[in-house]
Each structure stands twice: as C-alpha cells, then as structure tokens.
C-alpha cells in the first residue's frame, strides 16, 4: 500500500512540476510589456503568532497508526522580504514554537521572479528541527493570478532524518474581498502521505504602517494526522488589501510540522506495535522507529 501510495505521489509531483514549468516558459516568452510594479514592492515584514494542535500519522512499512492523541502546538512565525532587482525578490523566514512540549524550529528562503499582475516563479529552500529529528527541503514554487483568484504551487525534494522523498504543495485560493481569503489545496509530505489543506485570512484593519489579520488553517490526512490553527498576523509596510499584500509583498509560509512529528513514535507506541502488529519487532533508536530507514531492514531486537 504504502509503494502505491509513493508511486501516486510521485507522478502527482511530476505532472505538477510539468505544469508548472510550462507556465512558467510561457510567461517568460510570452509578448506584451512588462507589469508596471516591482516584485517586491519595498521591503516589509511580517510576523505572526498562533496555535492549536496537530497528531500525527505514522505508517510502518505500509501499516498505518494513529496515536489517538492530539498535542498543543503553539509558534511565532516571521518573514522578511526584500526586493534584489525589479522584477526579483528575497523572502527570509523563521518560525519557533513548542509541540508536544518539545521546542522546534524552522527556517526558509525564497528567491522568486515576480510580475504581480501575472505570476510568480522561484526557488525554495528550508530546515525544520524537532527532537532531535532535522528535515531539509529544496525544491520550485510558482503563483499564477487570474482576477480574485490565486493558483500556487511548491514541489521539491525533502531529505534529512525523515525519508528522503519528493513533496508537494498545491493550493487554489479565492478571495471573496480584497481583505478575505478562502483556501483549499493538496500537500503531499512523505512522512504522512497526501493531506487536504483548507485556510481562511481575514485583514480586518489597515494603517500606513500596518495590517492587521486573523487566520485559520486545518489539514487532514493519512493516517490519522491531523492539525488545526488559529492565529494573529501582522503586516508591516505601507497600507494596501490583503490581496495586494500577497501578491505585492511576501510569499506565504510553508513551516508544516508533518514530516518530523511523524517520523517518530514514542516507546509505548512503539512497543504496542513491535508486540501486537508486526511479525518482527524491530530495533528500538532513541526517539523510536525512524522511518527514514527501510521496514525490512531494520534489525530485530
């Protein structure tokens, strides 16, 4: 199951990174003058604070488990961004926060073309660290805009302490205003397998300075995993709608926590499984069964 399960993921990454590079050709070569606005705008900042709470889902060589429990989660989230040139910009973010009692952390970069009349189109690097467990992401991210509506995209390669596999974002978002966006998408994570993500921001005021929203997301996936937040953003720069700001200012964060809160069990769980579900138990490392090694390699106890 879990070999057809790549397998769909794969050529769900493949068709999406086809797609995607076409567009990105077509634009590029496409005639006409180019946008009258930067990439960037000027450079703005962000930074929010949320939480909620998130449970993982395991899969043991193609056995799936949940936990059944669902931990606190709560982050700070930051990002700047810079434009580089006129039609190119940079995105730094962060995030910090605590699962299950244990602090995480995650850090990106985004290096993007941007025409905000049209599309977006650039490279993705990030890091996210949880108990002991590291998870490095590379990979392209594309955004096309079409009136009040944003399609977007991110594909690449994770690796690290999880399986080293290919991942996937896939998102359609339709803002009903100006200030409020509606979302829902596709993610495909190795660790967890393929999740409907669904999202809502609402700015509610906008200063000279600042912009001021609240937002909910929740994912729902293989497994069992689950996760739901509720948070507060704000948006430093000049004034503008909520939709201006995402296609003027800063690329959306992509700090999930899937992989690495699903990489891991703990000693309990693990021991249910080694005695109940699996034939042969298998070796017991520090923080569990990492997945990131082969089920029918691992050695008995």
């Known amino acids: 199951m879990a070999s057809r399960r790549h397998h769909f993921g794969n050529t769900v990454f493949s068709a999406t990174l086809a797609a995607l590079v076409g567009v990105t050709v077509a634009i590029a070569f496409a005639p006409g003058e180019a946008s009258a606005d930067p990439a960037v705008s000027k450079v703005n900042w962000k930074l929010d604070v949320s939480g909620g709470g998130a449970e993982p889902g395991y899969d043991f060589g193609g056995i799936p488990f949940s936990s059944g429990d669902i931990e606190t989660v709560f982050k700070v989230r930051g990002a700047v961004s810079i434009p580089i040139a006129y039609s190119y910009g940079l995105q730094l973010d962060g995030a910090v926060g605590s699962y299950d009692g244990s602090v995480f952390g995650h850090g990106a970069a985004h290096l993007f073309w941007r025409d905000p009349d049209v599309a977006l189109f650039g490279g993705y690097a990030s890091w996210t660290h ?130 690495v809160i699903s990489c891991v069990d703990n000693s309990d769980l693990g021991q249910e499984l080694s005695t109940q579900d699996i034939e042969t138990p298998i070796k017991r490392e520090p923080y569990g069964y990492p997945c990131s090694d082969d089920f029918e390699n691992r050695e008995p106890l």
């Open 130 to 259: 949880w108990n002991g467990i590291d998870a490095y992401r590379v990979g392209i991210e594309g955004e096309y805009y079409a009136g009040n509506v944003t399609l977007s995209g991110l594909i690449g390669s994770e690796f690290g302490d999880v399986d080293n596999e290919l991942f996937s974002y896939a998102e359609l978002s339709f803002y009903a205003m100006d200030d409020l966006k509606l979302s829902i998408g596709h993610h495909y994570a190795p660790e967890v397998g393929h999740m409907l993500t669904t999202g809502a921001e609402y700015q509610f005021r906008s200063t000279p300075s600042a912009g001021y929203a609240v937002y909910a997301e929740a994912d729902f996936g293989e497994n069992g995993y689950q996760s739901i937040f509720g948070g507060f953003k704000m948006y430093f720069g000049d004034s503008k709608s909520l939709i201006r700001r995402h296609r003027e200012d800063d690329p959306d964060f992509r700090d999930d926590l899937g992989s």
